[in-house]
């Protein structure tokens, strides 16, 4: 086979082309720390890494999703700290309020810190996260959830959802609690309509009727739908008969007998009352179950912010008279029950708030756990190994030179060299 002299140049220019390409690529290999300068380098541990880092991006996105989540939490539960505060106040107040030797100058000042407290949590119902979102007004967070009417009453705006982030590939958690839930349907023990008969002969009232057992109201009373409390012949006895004056099967009777205010205390399917008053032979109390229209004060549920108003608006209006004190006496102990079930409602929301940050920390770890792993595998998959790389070049660059002083030497050979 003939080799002509073109030949002879076209391969050593090849050859030294190629050891450069080697020599360039270790150098920018070395330069980059990384392994894999392209997928053609390595086509199965390319897509190895484009999954990592795919996941690497998720675990991060959680991350930010849990830190988010942290601080909504931890500004939800310094607001509910603040309401529960509020709350133990009014409390304070409504046992203050109940005090027999206030005058009407005292409770004149009970009802202005009272509307003073009214205002400190319509505004902390109305709290805001780091990032401009209304806390409590479920998917609706750009409006102020609770609002005030002009006839002062209020009103929520906001609607049932709860705000969730992903934390985890199957894991989510709530970013809030809707007001509705947390300070609007709070249990009110006052729904029941209770009302003397206009042809009662003595002077006996019935207070304002408290539900005191839920479940036996709910079973026994509730589908009854009212009853009545008729006073005996002799004035000590009474019996409970049904809405059509029918004596109860089994019969359902008792004595009168004083409690410590004076009155007499009447207990039936979870229904409380008292009966104050002279009381005449033949006199008739009814007890009804409330409605659920927004205009009856005997619902399932009444609102934090209608509880303190309610009792507020009686210490301004209450007098000295006997029927006031027998209201306000009513009115208070009302209060307290609202007041202790509305204490109970953010204490059991704040509990699941702990719960949701456990589960925050604990993912935390995990997706820490997960993140150094994916660092570890990845590392292996793309990162350079120096001392093998710098040897590589080393020999890359001395076959480089050989083949350039080769080329020179072997360039120079001719025929008419052997002339």
């Known amino acids: 086979m003939r080799i002509s002299t073109i030949q002879q140049f076209n391969s050593g220019v090849r050859g030294i082309q190629d050891n450069y390409a080697n020599a360039s690529r270790t150098q920018e290999q070395i330069s980059s720390g990384k392994r894999l300068l392209s997928p053609a380098d390595d086509p199965v541990a390319t897509v190895r890494l484009l999954q990592l880092s795919q996941e690497s991006n998720k675990l991060a996105q959680y991350s930010d999703n849990m830190t988010a989540a942290t601080n909504s939490l931890a500004q939800e539960e310094a607001v509910l700290n603040s309401v529960n505060n509020g709350l133990q106040r009014v409390r304070e107040i409504a046992l203050e309020a109940g005090g027999g030797g206030l005058t009407t100058e005292d409770r004149q000042a009970l009802a202005t810190e009272l509307e003073q407290r009214e205002e400190e949590l319509l505004d902390l119902f109305n709290s805001r996260n780091a990032r401009g979102e209304y806390l409590f007004g479920g998917y609706q967070s750009k409006e102020a959830p609770f609002v005030k009417n002009p006839d002062g009453s209020y009103s929520y705006q906001g609607d049932e959802g709860q705000r969730s982030v992903q934390i985890a590939g199957s894991k989510t958690v709530a970013l809030n609690d809707n007001g509705k839930e947390l300070f609007v349907n709070v249990t009110n023990v006052n729904r029941v309509l ?74 039936y399917a979870g229904v409380a ?147």
């Open 194 to 267: 209770t009302s003397a008969d206009a042809a009662n002969t003595g002077s006996g009232r019935i207070s304002l009727g408290v539900v005191e057992n839920k479940n036996n109201y709910d079973d026994s009373f509730y589908p009854q739908g009212s009853v009545s409390i008729v006073i005996g012949a002799d004035a000590a006895r009474y019996e409970i008969v049904d809405s059509t004056g029918t004596p109860l099967v089994p019969p359902v009777t008792g004595a009168l007998e004083e409690n410590d205010t004076g009155g007499y205390s009447i207990r």
């Open 273 to 419: 009352v008292t009966l104050d008053g002279e009381l005449a032979a033949g006199d008739s109390f009814s007890i009804a179950t409330g409605d659920s229209s927004p205009t009856s004060d005997k619902r399932e549920t009444r609102s934090i912010l209608e509880t303190i108003a309610t009792l507020r608006k009686t210490l301004e209006t209450s007098t000295d008279s006997s029927e006031d004190k027998l209201h306000r006496r009513d009115v208070i102990a009302i209060t307290l029950d609202n007041l202790d079930s509305s204490m109970n409602s953010v204490l059991q929301v704040q509990t699941t708030i702990g719960a949701r940050m456990n589960v925050i920390d604990s993912t935390q770890v995990q997706n820490d756990e997960l993140s150094l792993i994916n660092t570890s595998v990845t590392s292996e998959l793309e990162d350079l190994d120096y001392a093998e790389a710098l040897s590589r070049l080393s020999l890359q660059t001395v076959v480089l030179e050989a083949a350039q002083q080769s080329f020179v030497k072997i360039s120079g050979l001719s025929l008419f060299n052997l002339l």
